[in-house]
């Protein structure tokens, strides 16, 4: 099911910058609305279109959009692109539309939130597969209750406030844009690092051995990809563009033995997250993409303990608590 929250944190995303702290969301007006149906259905695809506009959203729809002269195909293609939801409207008439369905497939293969509008609720059941799993509204009252929500969650004071509820205090293009990364958020620490890698040879042992020697007095806790992990090892053939190779493994942890104030151990689980913990005060979360994307293209959140409800800080602390009692010591 795709919730509103959902649908505004994937907009936010695609008008992120790559380095930023969080002040402003983005203005109601941007955000657009793909309405595919049948010319079978155009009165209810034109009362949808108005309901978007009224919610000071941008409709779109193709007989509004395409002039004389223009490619439709081309013209649609483009149009999708620029949708951050597509609202196929589902009606006897439509399930047997090559072109909605063609709009619905450009649209599910970019990744686009797709979210149908039936003009009958008893048209649930004659709904593919892939499309009945998702959030559906059964009628203009529920599309019209949707756009509410998320009105109010892209509005600039609503959308802010969710995300200061969340912690979200900055976001960064990628681990690579961050110089010295462990470094960069360690050297904040009082009493506590707990930090979760792929492995830690890609920070380096030198910034590894100045951050353990410099903070004598916290207590570094480091969870490690187990290197003979069968994860690891399909990583590797998926095409990773990094490997963990057993001397560079060797030389970090080594360096981790060497302190009395650092703690190591393996996990085998494959590292869904990359994630640092500081204290008792912000957590930096990074997801780890299989295959060749790595941590040049993943974007850096950080997140401070403001002990909201809905705060993410202590989501993010019962995962780590959670993988650490499950690991292993280190041989």
């Known amino acids: ?6 649908i505004a944190s994937t907009y936010a995303a695609s008008k992120a910058g790559s380095s ?6 983005p203005g109601r007006g941007e955000m657009r609305f793909f309405i595919s149906y049948s010319h079978a259905d155009m009165n209810i695809a034109e009362s949808a279109y108005k309901l978007i506009e009224r919610c000071g959203f941008k409709a779109v729809r193709d007989e509004k959009e395409i002039s004389g002269g223009q490619i439709v195909e081309d013209r649609v293609k483009q149009l999708l692109s620029q949708s951050q939801v597509v609202i196929p409207v589902i009606s006897p008439a439509s ?6 369905f063609y709009e619905i497939g450009r649209a599910d293969a970019a990744g686009t939130t797709i979210v149908p509008l039936l003009t009958h609720p008893a048209l649930l ?3 593919p597969d892939f499309l009945r799993k998702r959030k559906v509204f059964k009628s203009i009252a529920e599309l019209r209750k949707y756009l509410k929500d998320v ?12 995300l200061r509820m969340s912690g979200l205090e900055a976001v960064y293009k990628s681990r690579a844009s961050i110089p010295d990364y462990f470094w960069h958020f360690a050297k904040d620490a009082n009493f506590s690092v707990r930090a979760m890698f792929v492995s830690g040879m890609f920070l380096g042992a030198v910034t590894l051995e100045n951050a353990f020697r410099t903070k004598g007095n916290v207590a570094f806790r480091m969870l490690l990809f187990n290197p003979k992990d069968v994860d690891l090892r399909n990583r590797d053939l998926e095409g990773a563009n990094y490997r963990i190779e057993p001397d560079e493994w060797s030389l970090a942890t080594s360096k981790a033995r060497e302190f009395e104030n650092v703690t190591v151990r393996l996990y085998d689980e494959y ?16 997801h780890n993409p299989i295959g060749k994307l790595g941590y040049r293209s993943s974007p850096v959140y950080v997140f401070s303990n403001n002990q909201l409800e809905g705060n993410l800080f202590d ?3 019962q995962y780590y608590e959670i993988i650490w009692r499950d690991s292993s010591p280190i041989s």
């Open 1 to 6: 099911m795709v919730s509103s929250t959902r």
């Open 20 to 25: 930023a702290s969080l002040k402003n969301g």
């Open 95 to 100: 399930l047997k539309s090559s072109w909605v």
């Open 125 to 127: 059941q004659d709904l």
């Open 151 to 162: 009105r109010d969650l892209t509005s600039s004071d609503g959308y802010v406030n969710s």
């Open 271 to 286: 590292p869904f997250w990359h994630l640092m913990i500081v204290d008792d005060r912000f957590c930096v979360v990074s």
């Open 315 to 317: 989501v993010f602390c």
